[in-house]
Every structure is written in C-alpha cells, then in structure tokens.
C-alpha cells in the first residue's frame, strides 16, 4: 500500500483543518488504518485509527471529543476532521495501515505502511 497524506497547514486556535490519506496499491479495505503525529523533539504518538469498514474507531484521549477519523474504501481514502484545534496539536501527521493490526493498537511499530507526512501548525 502506498499512502500519501496531505491537507495539513497553518490554522488559528480553535480553528479547523481536515487531512486526507490516499490510498494506491493493495486492497484498501482490507487494512486497518491510523494517524499518528511526530512534534519536534518527541516520540510519533497515536492519534486515531479504525476498522476496516470504518465503523469500529479508537482516538487517543487528548484529541477525543474534537477529532474524528472516517474512511471511503470506495475512494481509497481515509480523513482526520481536527476541529478545536490547539496549538499542542502542532505536529507533522503521518498516516499509516496495515493488514493484520488492530484498529485499538496504538504503537507505531503495529502499521506496516506509512505516508510522508503533512505538515499542522496551531497558532495562539
């Protein structure tokens, strides 16, 4: 699976941005499929993931309530609407999947496949 992320940028506090994860290569709903975010000086953190049909969905506790993670296996694409934003969101976001993982393991070394990166930043 090939990935590659995109719609991050600069945004306000409390403001909103919504990231994509495209998706070529191997069948696309056959994985389980994640963010994580990487801030400058610290380890790449889970940040939501989701089942292969996109029902089943796990977040991790500092973005519950203002994200939200969603797929179209139809377009081979997976989105994270980040609303609320604050500037501790600031990060570069990573997309990431995998055939056999599940979607409530959150360690990076669980996905098998991974985007470039999008660059978020949250102004105060």
């Known amino acids: 699976v090939q990935l590659q992320a995109s719609g991050g940028g600069l945004v306000q506090t409390g403001g909103s941005l919504r990231l994509s994860c495209a998706a070529s290569?191997?069948?696309?709903?056959?994985?389980?499929m994640g963010w994580f975010r990487q801030a400058p000086g610290k380890e790449r953190e889970f940040v939501a993931a989701?089942?292969?049909?996109?029902?089943?969905?796990n977040y991790a506790d500092s973005v519950k309530g203002r994200f939200t993670i969603s797929r179209d296996n139809a377009r081979n694409t997976m989105y994270l609407q980040m609303d609320s934003l604050k500037p501790e969101d600031t990060a570069i976001y990573y997309c990431?999947?995998?055939?056999?993982?599940?979607?409530?393991?959150?360690?990076?070394?669980?996905?098998?496949?991974w985007g470039q990166g999008t660059q978020v930043t949250v102004s105060s």
């Open positions: 290569g191997r069948t696309f709903s056959n994985h389980v």
């Open positions: 990431a999947a995998d055939a056999t993982s599940s979607y409530y393991n959150k360690s990076p070394g669980g996905y098998s496949y």
């Open positions: 989701l089942d292969f049909s996109g029902r089943r969905k």
